[in-house]
């Protein structure tokens, strides 16, 4: 058996050498001769779909990475660009509200204006989270000169007054509170009456108003300057309905207020006249 092994296996060394031989024979007479320049293209022909099998997966492998690749770009791009967006509609966020709180404080300073009494610019801190009172804290206080009962005002009209101070904050009433009450006027024909808050920062009263009275809607209300408390002249709401009642005395008037109750940010106090001030 192992004599049989030995003769395979010199046979199989002898036809190795000679397939090397014919190979290389084959080699020199095409380098030389050109012997195979005709039959090329028909053994190019029958390698061709080996070729295709054998670089096939690394053609696939090539695809795929390039395509993992491109994608995880395409991610990485579009979360860049999401992070971006939200920066820029932020950035835009703020710049509307500096945009609004600029027109409120031009607003403002046009309304400082137009009144004659001295006035204390003050800014809104905090509102009472109270749903039967309404009052919103100031960062003024009696270190700067607030007192109880000072009139708050804002750029459109009546806020309200002081009814409580500290060293460097004061809260204050809003007109619109049940318990407030303002002496007012019709500005188109002097009727004077009693403005009451209702609790709802939208609607306001106005008191005994007899049906004899010439009001209606759109006519506008200002202080009456008869409490001593808030000067004359000063905007407060505007008539919104006029309701007669059958058998009553009095017309059921729904007032608006002009104020911006609840949205204010910057407010005006009005300096106590210096005869009053101690």
């Known amino acids: 058996m192992n004599n049989s092994l030995l003769f395979s296996g010199k046979v199989s060394s002898a036809r190795f050498l000679v397939l090397v031989i014919l190979s290389a024979a084959m080699i020199v007479a095409d380098v030389r001769y050109a012997v195979f320049s005709q039959v090329r293209p028909y053994l190019t022909l029958l390698v061709t779909p080996i070729q295709v099998v054998v670089n096939t997966p690394q053609k696939m492998f090539n695809w ?3 395509h993992l690749a491109s994608r995880e770009g395409l991610v990485k791009e579009n979360q860049s660009l999401q992070a971006e967006i939200l920066l820029l509609r932020s950035r835009q966020q703020r710049l509307d509200s500096l945009q609004a709180e600029n027109v409120r404080l031009r607003e403002l300073l046009d309304a400082s204006q137009r009144v004659d009494e001295k006035i204390v610019m003050a800014e809104v801190i905090g509102f009472d989270q109270n749903a039967y009172s309404h009052r919103l804290m100031i ?10 009962g000072q009139p708050v005002l804002d750029a459109t009209g009546v ?17 619109a509170d ?7 006027q019709l500005s188109r024909t ?16 106005l008191m005994s108003v007899p049906r004899s009275v010439d009001i209606k809607k759109g006519d506008i209300l200002t202080t009456s300057g008869l409490d001593n408390r808030f000067p004359s002249g000063y905007p407060v709401g505007v008539v919104r309905s006029v309701k007669y009642t059958q058998g009553k005395a009095y017309a059921d008037v729904d007032v608006v207020p002009l104020a911006q109750l609840g949205r204010s940010r910057h407010v005006m106090l009005i300096e106590k006249p210096e005869a ?3």
């Open 190 to 205: 002097g009727f004077r009456g009693i403005l009451r808050g209702t609790g709802d920062l939208k609607r306001m009263e």
């Open 139 to 148: 960062d003024k206080g009696f270190s700067s000169g607030a007192f109880v």
């Open 159 to 175: 806020l309200g007054q002081v009814v409580e101070t500290a060293a460097y904050s004061s809260r204050v009433l809003l007109i």
């Open 178 to 184: 049940a318990s407030h009450f303002v002496p007012v």
């Open 64 to 66: 795929a990475g390039e």
């Open 276 to 278: 009053e001030r101690e």
